[in-house]
């Protein structure tokens, strides 16, 4: 009798297969790739044996492109067509991008463009090509097909960023297993190589993005606490502080910085990038650029750059202070510290966070390497690759979701920071008699009101049977899968009448629009309170007009003429109230009114049960 070969739930059942999964750190400067080999996660190589692959990508004549060094030593000579940085302007429109970069924008609908002589490229397409390349290199180190990848992404990227990374890897040939949060990504690699537990605050301040999260470890479980931060900060900004010093060292008014030449430009921020990582090594550097032909010069030590980057490190902290009040956590209760991105090598950084959690900050692991290493041991696990030891993963969405209600205001279903995996579910109704559609408005933010929140996505349940107001059950279900990525479904219980849409959004949100709304959350709290408590003053006052006036349209009759005056009088009187926008106001005429026609729904009730009685025998009923 012959035997039957079975396997673990997504293994192969063939035992020494085994499915190749890869890491992919895709930053806004540099990139790179990682693999488990040999039971051990590792950053992979290029032929020169060099891991790190700048993300910079250099269009040239006749359709040929180079990407990485080779790409960002043109930079200088070839800026039009060689772009860097492009990560900062995925989803961003050209009123988005205050940096002069020595690139052509072009304004398109949802995300700006760029002119090269290869025609316009978008920063989906620039990323792919970076990707593709880290692919390529992959498959060279295993001489296989990749079977899937795991891509990091900013904390605040939200539902539109998180596609378009999906998008640009679908371009590039990759087979996405699961988007995870750099900060995540960082936890991984120092909770399964250590076998730290406890509360832990990422601190990930990389080229153009910061990230904060608070994590709590245990025996292998990483749940998100809070994620924070500021996605339009990053190193390049401390490049930018340095050349905008070097030039007011120097003398050069803020006109003729605007007139400076592409290649100046390019010139003057890579020799800025340079003085900064030289300063991580050495107490002070000596910068010297002739732009445009005009030599400029200056001595810069580690007190001046603290000096000149000040307000951005602390921008750094603001964040990581919001992030522990979300978490409902002192500093004394984080264990440590982990330090995640090539900028956190600067001593000022470094310090910063010293002095701000009274600790030494985790720097045990390479800065550059560690959010591929978290990304190539998640990719590992979920290719079916078994372990030494199994992990959950539990990450947040950065933004609560929601829908739209009546008065123009937001009802949050899915909150922020909600671990996901999640599927959360609320009942409404409809407003109006024998209503038989509903337009739904999917929304994200954490304002109160429509206006002040970011549009997802519109859909209609329609079939719903006639019926009186609020009688129908309407049940509205979010579910957000591994990747943050999001479906919503409307039923009608009573029929089953459904709906549903996968919300895929436009690339049309500005990567700091993020963190301006949760900003505004916080600034504004008591004038939404307000607001909110206006438009649901404003929409009880309509609905009891409405049901008042139904009422009378059918009983008038039941009514004596002094009584009508009466409720014509309330009804006219918290019409006047309504649009005067005073909450208290506007309820106390709602109650008003709500009173003056308690005797005639009791009149009303009467009628109906004679009704309903009329010609049958009591004793039967």
């Known amino acids: 009798m012959a035997l039957l070969q079975i396997s673990e739930p997504g293994q192969a059942p063939d035992p020494h297969q085994r499915r190749i999964g890869i890491g992919i750190d895709l930053g806004t400067t540099h990139s790179l790739v990682a693999a488990v080999r040999h039971g051990v996660a590792e950053c992979l190589p290029d032929e020169q044996g060099r891991v790190i692959l700048p993300s910079v990508v250099r269009y040239l004549e006749g359709g040929g492109r180079q990407i990485g060094l080779d790409a960002l030593a043109s930079q200088v000579d070839d800026p039009l067509n060689t772009i860097a940085s492009v990560k900062r302007l995925m989803g961003r429109g050209l009123a988005d991008v205050k940096a002069q970069l020595p690139y052509e ?38 001489n296989a097909d990749i079977d899937g990848a795991v891509i990091t992404v900013p904390a605040y990227f939200d539902e539109a960023q998180r596609q378009a990374t999906k998008d640009a890897a679908q371009l590039a040939g990759l087979n996405v297993l699961r988007l995870i949060n750099e900060p995540t990504a960082a ?20 080229g153009g993005t910061f990230d904060i999260s608070i994590l709590r470890l245990t025996r292998g479980v990483f749940e998100v606490v809070a994620t924070g931060g500021d ?5 390049d900004d401390y490049d930018r502080a340095i050349a905008d010093w070097l030039l007011a060292h120097n ?7 605007a007139s400076l030449s592409a290649s100046a430009r390019a010139q003057l921020h890579r020799q800025a990038r340079q003085a900064k990582e030289t300063l991580s090594t050495q107490d002070s550097v000596a910068l010297d650029v002739v732009l445009d032909g005009r030599p400029l010069s200056a001595k810069l030590d580690r007190t001046t750059l603290a000096q000149v980057t000040a307000a951005l490190t602390d921008r750094t902290l603001s964040a990581v202070r919001r992030a522990l009040r979300d978490a409902q956590l002192g ?17 000022v950084v470094q310090e910063a966070v010293r002095a701000f959690f009274g600790r030494e900050p985790l720097t045990n692991l390479n800065p550059d390497e560690v959010v591929a290493l978290g990304a190539a041991l998640s990719a590992h696990q979920l290719g079916g ?6 992990l959950l993963l539990l990450d947040v969405i950065p933004l609560s979701l929601g829908i739209e209600t009546m008065g123009g205001l937001v009802e949050r279903i899915v909150p922020r920071n909600q671990t996901i995996p999640t599927a959360m579910a609320q009942d409404f109704t409809t407003y109006k008699d024998g209503q038989t559609a509903l337009a739904l408005h999917v929304l994200q933010g954490e304002r109160d009101l429509v206006a002040d929140c970011r549009s997802l996505a519109r859909f209609e349940l329609r ?29 009608e219980q009573l029929s089953g009448v459904e709906a549903q849409i996968d919300v895929k959004p436009s690339y049309g949100l500005a990567d700091e629009d993020i963190a301006r ?15 909110r408590a206006l438009a649901e003053a404003q929409v009880d006052a309509d609905r009891m007009l409405l049901a008042t006036q139904s009422a009378l349209d059918l009983d008038s009759e039941l009514l004596a003429q002094d009584e009508r005056l009466r409720i014509d009088a309330l009804m006219a009187a918290l019409r006047q109230v309504r649009p005067a926008g005073d909450a208290a106001a506007i309820e106390a005429a709602t109650q008003s009114l709500a009173h003056g026609t308690e005797a005639f729904a009791a009149m009303r009730m009467n009628k109906g049960i004679q009704q309903a009685l009329a010609g049958k025998n009591i004793a039967t009923i």
């Open 251 to 257: 003398g050069v008014a803020a006109a003729a910085v």
């Open 517 to 531: 709304m949760l900003q505004e959350s916080f600034s504004t709290a008591q004038q939404d309170i307000q607001a």
């Open 463 to 491: 079939g719903i049977p006639p019926m009186a107001a609020g009688a129908a059950r309407i049940r509205v279900s979010f579910t957000v899968d591994a990747d943050g990525l999001l479906t919503v479904s409307a039923r």
């Open 385 to 390: 690759n078994r372990g030494g030891d199994d």
């Open 105 to 142: 924008l072009i304004d398109k609908p949802g995300m700006v463009a760029i002119r090269t002589r290869a025609g316009e490229k978008s920063p989906v397409e620039v990323s792919a090509e970076i990707l593709a390349t880290l692919r390529y290199r992959a498959e060279d180190s295993f």
């Open 231 to 235: 996605s339009a900060l990053g190193g």
């Open 331 to 347: 500093k004394d209760e984080i264990q440590g510290v982990v330090m995640v991105g090539g900028s956190t090598r600067m001593p």
């Open 187 to 206: 936890a991984i690699a120092y909770g399964l190589d250590h076998q730290s537990e406890g509360l832990f605050a990422v601190y990930d301040l990389g």
